[in-house]
Protein backbone atom coordinates (compact mmCIF):
# COMPACT_ATOMS: atom_id res chain seq x y z
CA UNK A 1 0.00 0.00 0.00
CA UNK A 2 1.65 3.21 -0.79
CA UNK A 3 2.66 6.14 1.90
CA UNK A 4 -0.19 8.32 0.61
CA UNK A 5 -2.86 5.74 1.52
CA UNK A 6 -1.76 4.82 4.40
CA UNK A 7 -1.86 8.42 5.67
CA UNK A 8 -5.68 8.58 3.87
CA UNK A 9 -6.49 5.71 5.89
CA UNK A 10 -5.36 6.35 8.89
CA UNK A 11 -7.07 9.85 8.67
CA UNK A 12 -10.35 7.93 7.87
CA UNK A 13 -10.09 5.75 10.79
CA UNK A 14 -9.14 8.14 13.06
CA UNK A 15 -11.86 10.34 12.13
CA UNK A 16 -14.80 7.24 12.56
CA UNK A 17 -13.09 7.44 16.31
CA UNK A 18 -12.81 11.31 16.81
CA UNK A 19 -16.50 11.44 16.12
CA UNK A 20 -17.83 8.57 18.37
CA UNK A 21 -15.90 9.90 21.41
CA UNK A 22 -16.41 13.40 20.64
CA UNK A 23 -19.29 14.16 18.65
CA UNK A 24 -19.82 16.34 16.44
CA UNK A 25 -19.07 19.22 18.65
CA UNK A 26 -15.54 17.60 19.05
CA UNK A 27 -14.34 17.13 15.60
CA UNK A 28 -12.04 19.73 14.34
CA UNK A 29 -9.03 19.63 12.15
CA UNK A 30 -6.85 20.52 15.09
CA UNK A 31 -8.65 17.01 17.01
CA UNK A 32 -8.76 14.95 13.76
CA UNK A 33 -4.33 15.69 12.96
CA UNK A 34 -3.77 15.63 16.07
CA UNK A 35 -5.39 11.80 17.22
CA UNK A 36 -4.45 10.70 13.38
CA UNK A 37 -0.76 11.66 14.22
CA UNK A 38 -0.55 14.17 10.97
CA UNK A 39 -0.48 17.75 10.45
CA UNK A 40 -3.52 20.05 9.60
CA UNK A 41 -1.91 20.84 6.34
CA UNK A 42 -1.25 16.97 5.66
CA UNK A 43 -5.46 16.47 6.43
CA UNK A 44 -6.10 19.11 3.39
CA UNK A 45 -3.24 17.54 1.35
CA UNK A 46 -5.32 14.47 1.12
CA UNK A 47 -8.91 15.92 0.86
CA UNK A 48 -10.76 19.31 0.28
CA UNK A 49 -12.21 19.53 3.87
CA UNK A 50 -13.58 18.25 6.81
CA UNK A 51 -16.78 17.94 5.27
CA UNK A 52 -15.05 15.19 2.92
CA UNK A 53 -13.59 13.45 5.47
CA UNK A 54 -16.88 12.76 7.27
CA UNK A 55 -18.70 11.69 3.77
CA UNK A 56 -16.08 8.97 2.98
CA UNK A 57 -15.45 7.90 6.65
CA UNK A 58 -18.92 6.90 6.89
CA UNK A 59 -19.19 5.10 3.41
CA UNK A 60 -15.98 2.95 4.10
CA UNK A 61 -17.47 2.52 7.46
CA UNK A 62 -20.79 1.19 6.45
CA UNK A 63 -19.86 -0.39 3.22
CA UNK A 64 -17.13 -2.60 4.80
CA UNK A 65 -18.89 -4.05 7.89
CA UNK A 66 -18.45 -7.65 7.80
CA UNK A 67 -21.96 -9.13 7.39
CA UNK A 68 -21.68 -7.61 4.08
CA UNK A 69 -19.16 -10.39 2.50
CA UNK A 70 -20.25 -13.76 4.23
CA UNK A 71 -18.58 -16.58 3.82
CA UNK A 72 -18.72 -18.99 0.28
CA UNK A 73 -20.75 -22.07 2.25
CA UNK A 74 -23.06 -20.05 4.31
CA UNK A 75 -26.91 -20.83 4.36
CA UNK A 76 -29.02 -18.26 4.29
CA UNK A 77 -29.79 -18.46 7.86
CA UNK A 78 -25.99 -19.26 9.11
CA UNK A 79 -26.10 -15.43 7.40
CA UNK A 80 -28.81 -14.40 9.18
CA UNK A 81 -27.97 -15.64 12.65
CA UNK A 82 -23.99 -13.97 12.31
CA UNK A 83 -25.64 -10.95 11.32
CA UNK A 84 -27.22 -10.83 14.78
CA UNK A 85 -24.09 -12.46 16.23
CA UNK A 86 -21.78 -9.46 14.82
CA UNK A 87 -24.58 -6.97 15.85
CA UNK A 88 -24.37 -7.67 19.32
CA UNK A 89 -20.84 -8.35 19.79
CA UNK A 90 -20.15 -4.99 17.71
CA UNK A 91 -22.46 -3.15 20.47
CA UNK A 92 -20.03 -4.43 22.79
CA UNK A 93 -16.70 -3.97 21.50
CA UNK A 94 -17.34 -0.30 19.72
CA UNK A 95 -19.13 2.20 21.37
CA UNK A 96 -17.56 5.04 19.52
CA UNK A 97 -17.74 3.64 16.34
CA UNK A 98 -21.72 2.94 16.86
CA UNK A 99 -22.31 6.50 18.26
CA UNK A 100 -19.80 7.65 15.13
CA UNK A 101 -22.62 5.83 12.76
CA UNK A 102 -25.52 6.90 14.50
CA UNK A 103 -23.71 10.93 14.58
CA UNK A 104 -23.90 10.75 10.78
CA UNK A 105 -27.15 9.24 10.15
CA UNK A 106 -28.68 12.17 12.79
CA UNK A 107 -26.82 14.53 10.73
CA UNK A 108 -28.69 13.75 7.42
CA UNK A 109 -31.41 14.64 8.78
CA UNK A 110 -30.10 18.22 8.97
CA UNK A 111 -27.93 18.18 6.41
CA UNK A 112 -28.91 17.45 2.62
CA UNK A 113 -25.65 17.20 1.35
CA UNK A 114 -24.64 14.31 4.16
CA UNK A 115 -28.23 13.04 3.16
CA UNK A 116 -27.32 12.26 -0.11
CA UNK A 117 -24.45 10.83 0.33
CA UNK A 118 -25.89 8.27 3.23
CA UNK A 119 -28.90 7.68 1.10
CA UNK A 120 -26.32 6.47 -1.51
CA UNK A 121 -24.22 4.12 0.78
CA UNK A 122 -27.83 2.87 2.25
CA UNK A 123 -29.00 1.89 -1.58
CA UNK A 124 -25.13 0.51 -2.21
CA UNK A 125 -25.68 -1.71 1.51
CA UNK A 126 -28.90 -2.78 0.41
CA UNK A 127 -28.19 -3.86 -3.26
CA UNK A 128 -25.34 -5.79 -1.76
CA UNK A 129 -27.43 -7.19 1.22
CA UNK A 130 -30.10 -8.39 -2.21
CA UNK A 131 -26.93 -9.73 -3.84
CA UNK A 132 -26.19 -11.93 -1.00
CA UNK A 133 -29.98 -13.03 -0.68
CA UNK A 134 -30.08 -14.25 -4.22
CA UNK A 135 -26.75 -16.48 -3.69
CA UNK A 136 -27.80 -17.62 -0.13
CA UNK A 137 -31.44 -17.92 -0.48
CA UNK A 138 -33.57 -21.33 -1.85
CA UNK A 139 -33.63 -21.99 -5.77
CA UNK A 140 -37.26 -20.44 -6.58
CA UNK A 141 -36.69 -17.28 -4.80
CA UNK A 142 -37.28 -14.18 -7.09
CA UNK A 143 -35.21 -11.34 -7.70
CA UNK A 144 -37.94 -9.32 -6.18
CA UNK A 145 -38.35 -11.48 -3.56
CA UNK A 146 -34.84 -10.99 -2.77
CA UNK A 147 -34.60 -7.31 -3.17
CA UNK A 148 -37.24 -6.69 -0.43
CA UNK A 149 -35.56 -9.59 2.02
CA UNK A 150 -32.42 -7.39 1.70
CA UNK A 151 -33.72 -4.65 2.28
CA UNK A 152 -36.11 -6.07 5.56
CA UNK A 153 -32.52 -7.32 6.50
CA UNK A 154 -30.46 -3.56 6.26
CA UNK A 155 -33.54 -1.87 7.44
CA UNK A 156 -34.17 -4.13 10.93
CA UNK A 157 -30.24 -4.73 10.92
CA UNK A 158 -30.33 -0.61 10.99
CA UNK A 159 -32.87 -0.31 13.66
CA UNK A 160 -31.71 -3.79 15.88
CA UNK A 161 -28.37 -1.76 16.37
CA UNK A 162 -29.91 1.30 17.31
CA UNK A 163 -31.70 -0.29 20.22
CA UNK A 164 -28.99 -2.27 21.08
CA UNK A 165 -26.97 0.67 21.39
CA UNK A 166 -29.20 3.18 22.95
CA UNK A 167 -31.42 0.54 25.44
CA UNK A 168 -29.23 -2.12 26.04
CA UNK A 169 -31.49 -2.86 28.81
CA UNK A 170 -33.47 -4.50 26.54
CA UNK A 171 -30.67 -6.98 24.83
CA UNK A 172 -32.71 -10.01 25.25
CA UNK A 173 -35.86 -8.44 23.92
CA UNK A 174 -34.13 -7.76 20.43
CA UNK A 175 -32.29 -10.83 20.36
CA UNK A 176 -35.55 -12.51 20.18
CA UNK A 177 -36.80 -10.12 17.98
CA UNK A 178 -34.03 -10.77 15.48
CA UNK A 179 -34.38 -14.61 15.98
CA UNK A 180 -38.17 -14.51 14.69
CA UNK A 181 -37.01 -12.55 12.22
CA UNK A 182 -34.56 -15.24 10.92
CA UNK A 183 -36.99 -18.06 11.78
CA UNK A 184 -39.32 -16.01 9.61
CA UNK A 185 -37.01 -15.54 6.72
CA UNK A 186 -35.24 -18.70 7.04
CA UNK A 187 -36.80 -21.52 9.31
CA UNK A 188 -34.68 -24.31 10.71
CA UNK A 189 -34.60 -27.30 8.30
Same mark, same amino acid.
Request: charged share 25%; glycine share 10%.
Given at each position: ???GTDTRDRILDAAVGLL?????????AANLAAVAGVS????FHHF +?? @???? $? %???? !? &????NLPM???????????????IGDAAFGFEEASADTMRAYFLFMAKALF? +?? @???? $? %???? !? &??SAMMADIVRKLAPAGTSD??????????????????????AFPERRHLIA???GALVNSIAPEA
Open positions: MARGEMGIEGFSKANL +EN @LDQI $V %LESF !E &RFALLAPDEDMTLRDWLVGD +EQ @LRKV $V %LGTV !E &RGRQAEAIGNLIFITGDGMALHLFAAW
